[in-house]
C-alpha cells in the first residue's frame, strides 16, 4: 500500500518526535514504549476494529518527492484491515495536510522565519488513538521525562496486549477495557499517583460505556472539543491543548502556559525573562490559524543540541 503526502514532507524528522527523547543528548538511552524503528522500517501497534495489529511505515524516494509505503504486518487481515491501517497512517503523519499557509504565516516572523527552513516538511505525529494520547499526557502532568516514561513502560507492560512478529515483541497501549476495570491501588503499585489513578480509571469506564467518545471529537469543531475534553475530572487547559494538537488534529492550539513553549520564547525571541502565558497568548497572535504548528516548530528546538541552538539565537538577532 502507498501513500503520497502533500510536499514538502520530511518523515526522518517527523519520526524524530517519536523515536528520540530530547533526553538522548544527554546519554540517556530510553528503550522504545509503542514506537519501533527497525529493519529500515517504523512499526507501531494498533487497535483496528477490536484487534492489536502491528503495522510498518518505510520511505521509497521518488525523485525530489516520496512515498509511504505501509505493511500489515501481524497478524494477517484482509482489505478492510489494510484499508484501516492505511487510513491510521495518513492521519498519523497528516500526509494530506498543505503546510503552504502555515509557511507564509512563519515567514513573517523573525523567529519562526528560520524554524520552518530548519524543520521544513515536518509534521506533527497525531496518536493511534485520542484515548492513548488523553491518558499518556495524565501520566505526563508534572513529572519529569524519566519517570514518566518508567510509569508509562509499566502500565503498558501490565495491561497492554503486545504482538510478537519475527522473534520480536512490539508493545502495545492498554485499551479502556482493561483500565476501566483495574483499581487505584494496583496503578499506585505502578507509581501513578491517587489522584491520576481515579482520573485513568473514570476516564477508561466512560469511553467503555460509550458516555465518553473520544474519537467522536474529531468530528467537532475545536473549542467545542475542547470544552468537552475539560469536562473531564484531571483535564485542565494543558491537556486538552496538546490532546487536540496530537490527537485531534487542531491547527489553531495554543497551550500558552506551557514551561516548555515559554523557555523557546524567552530565548529566540530575547526576552529578559520567561513570558507568563498571557504574553505568549498576545505574541501568538500573529500565528492565528497555525498556533499548533508555531508551538510544535518552537518545542523541536528541544531536540537540537546547545551549538544549534547558539548559533540559531545569534542568526535571530543578527
Not at 13 to 37: G, I, N, V
Not at 186 to 209: E, F, H, M, T
Amino acid at each position: 500500500m502507498l501513500l503520497r503526502p502533500q510536499q514538502p514532507f520530511d518523515f526522518t524528522r517527523t519520526l524524530r518526535f517519536l523515536l528520540s527523547p530530547p533526553a538522548l543528548l544527554k546519554r540517556r538511552q530510553f528503550e522504545p514504549l509503542l514506537d519501533y524503528f527497525e529493519d529500515g522500517e517504523y512499526r507501531r501497534v494498533a487497535d483496528i476494529a477490536g484487534q492489536a495489529v502491528l503495522y510498518g511505515v518505510s520511505e521509497i524516494k521518488a525523485g525530489k518527492a516520496s512515498d509511504l509505503r505501509v505493511r500489515l504486518l501481524a497478524p494477517p487481515g484482509g482489505k478492510a484491515i489494510e484499508a484501516e491501517v492505511l487510513a491510521l497512517v495518513e492521519r498519523q503523519f497528516s500526509t494530506g495536510l498543505d503546510l503552504s499557509p502555515f509557511y507564509r504565516v512563519a515567514k513573517a516572523d523573525r523567529v519562526l522565519s528560520h524554524l520552518i527552513t530548519h524543520f521544513r516538511g515536518m509534521r506533527i505525529p497525531q496518536a493511534a488513538s485520542v484515548y492513548e494520547l488523553l491518558i499518556s499526557a495524565i501520566l505526563e502532568q508534572q513529572v519529569n521525562l524519566t519517570f514518566a516514561h518508567q510509569v508509562k513502560k509499566a502500565l503498558i507492560q501490565t495491561y497492554g496486549t503486545p504482538v510478537d512478529f519475527e522473534g520480536r515483541r512490539y508493545n502495545a497501549f492498554p485499551e479502556p477495557a482493561a483500565l476501566a476495570i483495574t483499581t487505584p491501588r494496583a496503578l499506585r503499585r505502578l507509581q501513578v499517583s491517587g489522584p491520576k489513578a481515579r482520573y485513568i480509571i473514570g476516564i477508561s469506564r466512560a469511553v467503555l460505556d460509550g458516555s465518553l467518545d473520544l474519537d467522536g471529537l474529531r468530528r467537532l469543531e475545536p473549542p467545542v472539543a475542547h470544552a468537552k475534553l475539560t469536562e473531564q475530572k484531571g483535564v485542565g487547559p494543558w491537556t486538552a491543548h496538546y490532546v487536540g494538537l496530537r490527537a485531534l488534529g487542531h491547527l489553531d492550539c495554543l497551550p500558552a502556559a506551557d514551561v516548555g513553549l515559554q523557555k523557546a520564547i524567552q530565548r529566540f525571541y530575547g526576552l529578559r525573562k520567561q513570558p507568563t502565558a498571557a504574553r505568549v497568548e498576545k505574541l501568538a497572535r500573529a500565528w492565528a490559524g497555525w498556533r499548533s504548528y508555531a508551538t510544535f516548530y518552537l518545542w523541536l528546538t528541544f531536540w537540537e543540541d546547545a551549538d544549534w541552538k547558539a548559533q540559531l539565537a545569534s542568526q535571530i538577532r543578527s
